[in-house]
Structure formats: C-alpha cells, structure tokens
C-alpha cells in the first residue's frame, strides 16, 4: 500500500463508508483511531476510562465504538440524568407469576449488574448529570476485576465475567454545563490517570467523512467538481470556526474577518449555537434524498436552504445566530439568502469579507451554474481529492508550502496573487518579469522579459522525427484524420493566446500541432522535472490554466510539449518515477489539433508498464487528477 498511495487511499474511503453504515455508524479516521488507542491501552488493565469533552463530540459513539471494538460484543448503557437511581444501574427484586397462580421473586439486573455477570462493557453517557450521591454510590466497583465478587444491591453477590468495563462520558460542569455537577473528590481521583479528552473532528478528516457519507455502494460520487473541491471544503472550514467559537471564543483573525473584534481586542463566542458531524449528517442525508426525489437544486442552493434552517430557530440567542451567519458568510456561504430570509438584522452581512462576494452577482450566478454541473466521479477520482494538502508531498516527501505575494492591480494580473519571477502581460501586451513591491508607492516592479534560447530548429526535420509519432496517435484513438493534413508550427506558449484558441474550431485544419522552441535542444533524460501544486487550478478551463503557466513559471521553467510526449512513450524505464503516480501530466508546451477540429493538450497516464496518451479540449476543466510537467530552466 506504501507503494501504491491511490490504493491506500481507496480503501480507507471505502472503511470509512462501511463503518458509517456498519460498524457503530463511526469512521476510524486518525483521530479516531488514536483515541481508541489510549482507550484500549486503559481497557486492557481492566482500569475505568473517562472520555470527557465540548459537547457533541461523538463521546458516548466513541465509547460504544471502543465497547465493540475492544470486548466484540455490544455495551450495555446507563444513560444518566438526575432522576436515576440504584435500580435504575444495578437493578432490583421483582416479582412474576407462577404456573400455579402463585407468585415469585425474581432478580431484575440492570444494566451494570448484567454488564459483570455477562462480560459486557458499560457505558455510563452524561455521567455528570447523576446526582453527586449516586456517583459515590458507583465508586465501590471502581477497582473490581474480573473474578471479583460484588454485593449488587437488590440482586445479591454478582461474580464479575472477564470482559467487564465501565467507560463513562460526560460534560464536564462549565458555563457551557452549569446544570451539570462538578466531580466529587473522590471520584476525580479515580479519574485522574484514565481521562480522555475527545475533541471535534479535524477539518480535513470532516471532509473525508463528507465524502464517505455521499459515497454510492459501489465507492462513486454524483456530485459537481465545483462543491467538492470548494463547498465542501469551505463547510469544514466554516465548521472548525463555529466549533471553536461555542467551545471559547473566535479566533482573533477570524474576529477580525467578520468584524466582530471589539476595539478592546474582545472576542465573541457561541452560546448555544453549534454545527457537529450530527449537523452534516442530517443535512447529506436530506440531499441524497431531494436527488432521489428528482429535484434540481444546485447542491450550494440546497445547502443555504438547510443552513438557513438552523440559523432562524429562535432557541438560540440572536447574538449566537448573527455570529454563525457572519461565519457562514464569510466562508461564502449564504449568498442565496437575505438578511429577512434569516430574521436578522438588515446589517447582518456588512462587512468586506461578505460584501465582497455578495456584491458580485455575475460571480454568484457562476457559482450557482458551477455547483449545479453534477457528474458521475469514480473512486479512483476520489482518492485524488485532497484540498486541505494532507497527502500531497514533494519529492522528498515534505508537505507543499503555498508562499504567495499579492501585487497591486497590474493589467491582467489584477487583484490576482502572483510570485516574484513571473511573467505578466501588461495592457500593451508586452510580457514583463514581476520583480515584487515597491516599498515606496505598493505598485509592483517589473523587469523587461527577453526569450532566451538557442536559435529555432530546423521545422522540416521537426516535422520528420514527430509526424509518424502524431500519425500512430490518432489511429490509436481511432481518429480518421489524413496524414496530409499533419503539421508542426513553432509556437512559444508565451505567444499564445489560449482563450481565443478555445473558440478556434476547424475540422478541416485537424492534425495542426505546435512545437516549444526552447525545448527542442534539451536532454529530456537528465531534465529535472517539477509538478507544481495543482490544486489552485481545479475548476478552471485549461485556456486558463495554460495562461497561469506561462504567466507563473515560464521564466523559471519550461513547458514541454508533443516532443516530451514522444520521448516518455518510447522511454517508459527512464521515465521519471515521480511521474507514476497515476494522475495525468499535462503537457503544456504543445497543442494538437484533434479531428473534430479543436485545439487539445496532450497528456500521459502511467499504466503499469507503458505510457498511455490523451489529449483533452482547452476549454475543459482541470480536475484534481490533473497534473503539470514542468522542466526546471
């Protein structure tokens, strides 16, 4: 599995989905599993385990979860509040009727008596409800071991069965909880070494749980590339917010994003109000059903109905409800409803951060049109996804670092981030190098841009080494287009203009293809290669992709073409390794003309011993088993 990533990948998506259906309806995510972990290091010396946390963070369906897991059978619960008593945990003497028409006595055990005789593990949910008397009253057993007899009260000597284990969850006593009882003394103690505390599901696992929620029988997905790759992961990201929010205060720069940072520094938080894993569950469960019921609400217009459900129950506080709006907002969510669609004040969403996009109406419908192209994903599609950067690595295998500067607006690169040593294109349409900032005024400083090269190669015997290779490519893909019709151009990327190339159809021209000049001296055996982090150009056309290319890394790197396509096909041992990894690299130093007469980008995919080759459309969307093949200058 170490060699093969995608697999491992797919895998832990399809465990994930089955134990949200399966297996105690909870993912073994690697927070998950961590905590089962300590739990289970705890269990196997027979001691009480003390899983303690903010509410609604799975405590009692982990602690069920870990009963199963770690005894194979399932808990018997004590579910606490302060009306429960003895009887209620240990059990107690009744009486039945007799054949005879008599009358007998008969033990009832309760839940813990029957956990001891049986071998079970119990569960003791919101143990901080239970009056403090009645907490006591459970210490006795506290250290009792398998083999152990103990005096039930009602039921007589119980003999404890090997298996018996007490776990308990429970709130601690807060301003969050003040109904709730503080620990006495001596049962703090029994605590103090076997206590866990259980947190909210980390944002990246959050998605992932998102994704095996949604996921079909067969490990697919029906959903737009748009809301997995952005909604999707904006909702975690909204969601972490919330979460920290109830359980103290917002973060100071998100405080600071929804301008609700006092000029004391003061920070607001949640009462009430909170969004859970249960939130998200209830919500993917409606949607599935709304599809199944035919409708065709773009899944960002469904999720704002869903949200705005939450956000107009008048149980909770108004601040608490103004709070998660300015949260939800400034995430991008929202944007479908009003502030009286949400019974809240009219200047709910004044401030940038929301401002910003709600004032962009073209931008919103785009996003609405976007959210609603849903397509048929496959689980090898969806073991690529991975928007927070949790599994992409370089290389080396260290985690990928997105160091952006923003310049001023400059022409085409206007409101856009850009690095220092990338090529932009002025309104004039000449190509400068961004050099950075100017200190004095902000706007940024730019380099004049000289191609540099050896001089273009002889087109003829370009032509000689890479026709035959074109010709074989289109019978491969059962394309009828004449050998006639097979031509090269040199062609810089940095000349092209590739928006104006998508709307450039010419059945008749089929068979065109354009060659990098600054590629065709290089080595390709000893070029070293670089794959730049992809994840920015999801949802983009390859048009703007190719634009990015050339504007980002051209003057630092070279984009190979048809002629690097050749190469790799008819050198699949000295391919690099890097490039294995069964995405598809992209070459953009070339476009190729297909026999429908658009402008296409070759690519390979690596399947097991050979090079397979595709081209796509240029005004198709980038995806996130797209890759780039860059070489370094």
């Not at 490990?219 to 920290?244: F, Q, R, Y």
């Not at 998200?280 to 459900?309: Q, Y």
Request: glycine share 8%.
């Amino acid at each position: 599995m170490e060699k093969n990533p995608r697999a491992a990948r797919v895998v832990e998506l399809i465990r994930y989905r089955r134990g949200l259906h399966f297996e105690g309806h909870i993912a073994s995510t690697p927070s998950v599993v961590a905590n089962l972990e300590k739990i289970g290091s705890r269990m196997i010396t027979w001691i009480s385990v003390f899983l303690h946390g903010p509410s609604v963070t799975g405590k009692t369906s982990l602690g069920r979860f870990a009963a199963r897991h770690f005894t194979g059978q399932d808990a018997e619960m004590v579910y606490c509040n302060p009306q429960t008593r003895e009887a209620n945990i240990w059990g107690k003497t009744g009486i039945r009727p007799t054949e005879g028409g008599g009358m007998q006595t008969v033990d009832i055990f309760g839940p813990l008596a029957k956990a001891m005789q049986e071998g079970k593990a119990v569960v003791f949910d919101e143990f901080t409800a239970l009056p403090k008397e009645q907490m006591v009253f459970i210490k006795g057993i506290f250290n009792a071991k398998p083999g152990d007899t103990v005096n039930v009260v009602g039921n007589g000597r119980v003999k404890i069965t090997p298996g018996f284990q007490m776990i308990f969850t429970a709130n601690l006593k807060s301003d969050k909880n003040p109904e709730r009882q503080e620990l006495p003394p001596e049962i703090a103690r029994e605590f103090e070494q076997n206590n866990l505390e259980i947190d909210y599901t980390p944002k990246a696992e959050a998605y992932d749980i998102m994704l095996a929620r949604l996921m079909n029988p067969d490990g697919s997905l029906d959903m737009s590339w748009h809301d997995l790759n952005v909604t999707l992961p904006k909702l975690c990201e909204a969601l972490e917010e919330i979460e920290i929010a109830y359980t103290d205060k917002e973060r100071e720069d998100t405080a600071r994003l929804t301008e609700t940072l006092d000029a004391s520094g003061k920070r607001a938080g949640l009462k009430k109000f909170v969004m859970t894993q249960g939130t998200i569950e209830a919500i993917l469960e409606s949607w599935t059903v709304e599809k199944r019921l035919g409708e065709n609400t773009s899944f960002v217009e469904f999720l704002d109905e869903r949200l705005k459900t939450g956000l107009t129950f008048k149980e909770y506080p108004e601040s608490d409800r103004i709070l998660a709006t300015k949260i939800l907002a400034s995430k991008g969510f929202l944007l479908t409803l009003t502030p009286e669609d949400l019974s809240l004040p009219r200047n709910v969403f004044d401030f940038d951060a929301s401002k910003k996009v709600r004032d962009n109406k073209s931008a919103t419908l785009a996003l609405l049109a976007d959210s609603a192209k849903e397509v048929h994903i496959s689980l090898k599609e969806l073991a690529d996804l991975d928007p927070f950067g949790v599994r992409r690595k370089d290389s080396n295998g260290n985690q990928f670092l997105n160091i952006e500067y923003l310049a001023q607006a400059f022409g085409e690169g206007a409101g856009k981030k850009i690095l220092p040593g990338q090529l932009v294109k002025g309104p004039d349409g000449k190509i400068s190098v961004f050099v950075g900032i100017s200190k004095t005024d902000g706007s940024p400083v730019l380099q004049p841009y000289e191609q540099k090269g050896l001089s273009p190669p002889d087109l003829s015997q370009l032509e000689q080494l890479c026709n035959p290779f074109i010709q074989e490519t289109f019978k491969r893909w059962n394309q009828n287009v004449p050998d006639t019709q097979i031509s090269a151009k040199l062609e810089s990327p940095a000349s092209q203009d590739y928006k104006a190339l998508t709307g450039d159809i010419d059945t008749a021209k089929a068979g065109e293809y354009t060659l990098n000049p600054e590629v065709q001296n290089l080595d390709f055996e000893t070029a070293k290669v670089f794959t730049p982090d992809p994840s920015a150009f999801i949802g983009k056309s390859l048009s703007e992709v190719a634009e990015h290319l050339v504007t980002t890394f051209g003057s630092r790197y070279y984009l190979p073409g048809i002629e690097y396509w050749q190469w790799l096909a008819s050198n699949p041992d000295k391919s690099p390794q890097s490039l294995k990894d069964g995405k598809y690299q992209f070459l953009f130093g070339s476009l190729l003309r297909s026999s429908n007469g658009h402008w296409c980008v070759p690519y390979v995919d690596w399947s097991g011993d050979e090079w397979d080759r595709y081209a796509k459309w240029l005004d198709n969307d980038w995806n996130s088993y797209c890759r780039v093949v860059l070489l370094e200058r």
